[in-house]
């Protein structure tokens, strides 16, 4: 399958017939976070500290016969780009400057396999948390050390909660882990990363401030996994047409005004939450009583405390510990067995006395003032530059896919020499409502992105009541963080490189039932909002081949791939279909009866919040499905809401698409400045499961179109081909409506439909 390149025109990504592309992508893979030899999940003990520097990736995300199977599975489903997550654990584990060359030169045999599906790729150094070793993914071990910490320790002064250290790893808190970026740790490691010359100036190794020291390594193993890419031939610009920054970047203790406290912005607040105050006191063995959060629709709250006694355990590596094991050479002025931050004058361990609350505040040297904004714009972006100017040394005509921090301001360079035409502005959303309590909620959500950038003079307006309302609110925070980021970076084209849904939702409901009607209208929803956002494209969080309902993706207790090993896949039909659809050659003009229906969504004021939340506008009924789910076909694991039509090749401009679930029925316009020639039509995806042959209503303005059925390994993909005209044009293709998680035509849906609507705008009145 033969892949063509990408070039960037304004906002929007063009292949080498000048059609705007659209990204349908996904993930691949969410286990790539752990090493593959030993298979070390996060719920695994067994050698996590002391064969870190022995452990391989190879293997990750697949072996080289896997991954036929699931590049084949993943091109039928209609991806058409891969996010390739690789850590820098996997590249430099045994020690600074060590690569694991068997690692990279499995990497290019799967990014060649990749390529021979014609899956774009582009490059993803992921992280979360710094590293498995502060209960994330990422770094390598040694990089903890090299901070001056002792991972060993982290449990007990909760310098970080760890999966793999947590008593009984099956009662590991849910989405508990990301409440480490305000733990010791990752507070400390990000301060470093970023900022160590400012605020850490006596963190000297090897000659070099801990911040150059990390950065460097961070981007030396990057740009060598580039060079050998470059070597092997035949990827870079041709199946890899770009490599994002650092996933999920982190400021540290960048810009905290006050070391006592927790800002009124922080909104992950889970389990303990102690202040950095509190954390530097339990990192260095003190004994302190700590606030403990709870989480619900509104937000965090808190719901008691807890007293943390680490009996005199630091988080600090110990003055007799072997500083020579890896080879680097700390400076003296930098002590080990005390705590960083009490050398750089923030606290006085002798009286237990924090000195300088606001030391984060302000550039020490210059006193000027440090803020979320400034740490973007200074920090971040010194680092961006140098990770920009290192990959592009190599791979000339690179994307670069600007990650700043996750639903923080991006950097504002538009207009400035870093605004350069080949940049994608890479942006996260996740329904945090759902994603944080693992529930799907179809009476009301909250629009969190309005309450983050401080839209609304009381929380109460940020609700959003009924499933109409709710798929706009999303829809309508994806578009708000589009237009945010032209503002700032430019009219670049943007992609949301992690969206998705945990499956686990409702103490895994749905794997005792088989019924997933909650993870079909959430997974719905979030593809809805995706489509009616304006973005050029998504990669959906995530595809995990070794899912199951146990441990779920094997991370931290998350569960979000769209496949697992307990679920029954969605099944192709491929072979019953001809080798092309007959074709047609004209098409009449055509309008279809419209089934949409709008309902009226009530005002929400503080006043009315009690009563409106007792009013839900869709009712959400569980099915009566047996419990021995191993037996039960029903699910499908929602493959329904996220295997959908989509626009491939767009001749001229997408205006608008998306896809009803409910009535199968898939609508896309587009502008073209010139007809379509022969050999270059427009491209949609059509799926098989919705669109049978023979079972495909299509309505056009204008032209001809014709579904032909590609090879994939063996089986079927359906491609719509449409040749139009100039102008504006749009087309409608409905298909068959089936019985929720199962293979089964409704033939009562529309009517089923529209009975539950007029029923439920009928009920639907604020009491």
Request: glycine share 8%; with cysteine.
């Amino acid at each position: 399958m033969a892949l063509q390149g990408i070039r960037i025109d304004g906002i929007r990504l063009r292949d080498s017939s000048d059609r705007e592309v659209t990204f349908r992508g996904i993930n691949v893979a969410g286990d790539c976070k752990f090493p593959r030899y030993p298979d070390q999940p996060s719920h695994k003990s067994d050698d996590f500290f002391d064969g870190a520097e022995n452990v391989s990736f190879v293997g990750r995300p697949f072996n080289e016969e896997e991954a036929h199977v699931h590049f084949a599975r993943l091109k039928r489903w209609g991806y058409n780009v891969v996010r390739y997550i690789f850590t820098w654990e996997a590249l430099e584990h045994a020690g600074p400057g060590k690569y694991d060359e068997p690692f990279i030169e499995h990497t290019i045999k799967i990014l060649r396999i990749a390529k021979s599906y014609g899956l774009y790729v582009f490059m993803d150094p992921h992280q979360d948390v710094w590293s498995r070793f502060s209960g994330g993914s990422g770094a390598p071990l040694w990089t903890l050390y090299a901070c001056g910490l002792d991972p060993r320790t982290f449990t007990v002064n909760q310098a970080a909660v760890v999966h793999n250290t947590w008593p009984n790893p099956a009662e590991y808190p849910k989405m508990l882990w990301p409440t480490n970026y305000t733990r010791l740790a990752c507070e400390t490691t990000f301060t470093l990363f970023y900022a160590g010359k400012d605020l850490a100036p006596n963190a000297i190794i090897d000659g070099k401030n801990i911040q150059d020291y990390l950065t460097d390594h961070f981007i030396g193993a990057c740009a060598h996994l580039a060079q050998r890419i470059h070597e092997a031939g035949g990827l870079e610009d041709e199946c890899i047409i770009g490599w994002e920054t650092m996933n999920e970047p982190h400021r540290g203790l960048v810009g905290w005004e006050d070391l006592d406290a927790l800002p009124d912005e922080l909104k992950m607040r889970k389990g303990t939450c102690p202040t950095p105050w509190q954390a530097i006191l339990t990192g260095s063995g003190r004994a302190v009583e700590v606030d403990v959060y709870a989480f619900n629709t509104f937000g965090p709250y808190k719901s008691g405390r807890e007293l943390i006694d680490p009996e005199g355990v630091q988080a600090w590596l110990p003055k007799d510990y072997d500083d020579t094991k890896y080879g680097w050479k700390r400076d003296p002025g930098w002590k080990l067995g005390e705590c960083l931050w009490a050398q750089n004058g923030v606290w006085d361990p002798t009286q237990d006395l924090l000195l300088k609350k606001d030391y984060f505040a302000s550039i020490p040297k210059s006193g000027e003032k440090l803020d979320y904004e400034k740490f973007t714009n200074l920090y971040y972006m010194h680092h961006f530059r140098k990770y920009r100017d290192a990959i592009r040394a190599i791979h000339k005509n690179s994307i670069i896919l600007v990650q700043s921090a996750v639903l923080e301001i991006p950097p504002n360079i538009k207009g400035t020499p870093d605004d350069d035409q080949r940049l994608i502005f890479a942006t996260h959303y996740y329904d945090g409502v759902t994603l944080i309590q693992k529930h799907w909620n179809k009476f009301y959500n909250v629009d969190i992105f309005g309450l983050l950038r401080h839209r609304y003079s009381n929380p109460v307006f940020a609700v959003r009541l009924g499933e109409t309302a709710i798929r706009n609110c999303l829809r309508d925070q994806l578009i708000a963080i589009r237009e945010e980021g032209m503002q700032y970076l430019g009219n670049h084209p943007t992609l949301f490189t992690e969206i998705g849904i945990p499956y686990d939702m409702d103490d895994k409901y749905a794997y005792k039932t088989g019924d997933y009607s909650s993870q079909t209208s959430s997974l719905d929803a979030n593809h809805f909002a995706v489509e009616g956002s304006g973005a050029q494209g998504f990669t959906w969080w995530t595809y995990v081949g070794q899912n199951n309902h146990q441990w779920g993706d094997m991370w931290n207790g998350e569960d979000l791939s769209i496949v697992s090993l307990d679920d029954q896949l969605l099944p192709s039909g491929s072979s019953t279909l001809p080798s092309a659809n007959p074709s047609t050659l004209s098409l009449p003009q055509k309008n279809l009866s419209s089934s949409d229906t709008t309902l009226t969504e009530p005002t929400v004021t503080p006043a009315n919040l009690k009563n409106a939340l007792r009013s839900p506008s869709i009712t959400q009924q569980r099915s009566n499905a047996p419990s021995d789910s191993t037996s039960n076909p029903n699910g499908l694991r929602s493959a329904e809401a996220y295997v959908r039509p989509s626009p491939i090749a767009t001749v001229g401009d997408v205006v608008s698409y998306g896809f009803d679930l409910r009535s199968a029925t898939f609508k896309f316009s587009l502008t073209a400045p010139n007809p379509t020639t022969e050999d270059v039509p427009t491209e949609i995806f059509l799926p098989e499961f919705h669109y049978p042959s023979g079972k495909i209503d299509v309505s056009v303005t204008g032209g001809r179109w014709r579904i032909d059925v590609v090879d994939v390994d063996g089986e079927g993909m359906q491609i719509m081909k449409w040749w139009h005209g100039a102008g504006e044009q749009s087309i409608t293709v409905k298909g068959v409506v089936r019985k929720a998680g199962t293979l089964q035509v409704d033939e009562d849906a529309e009517a089923g439909y529209f009975e539950t609507m007029t029923k439920t705008v009928q009920n639907c009145s604020v009491m």
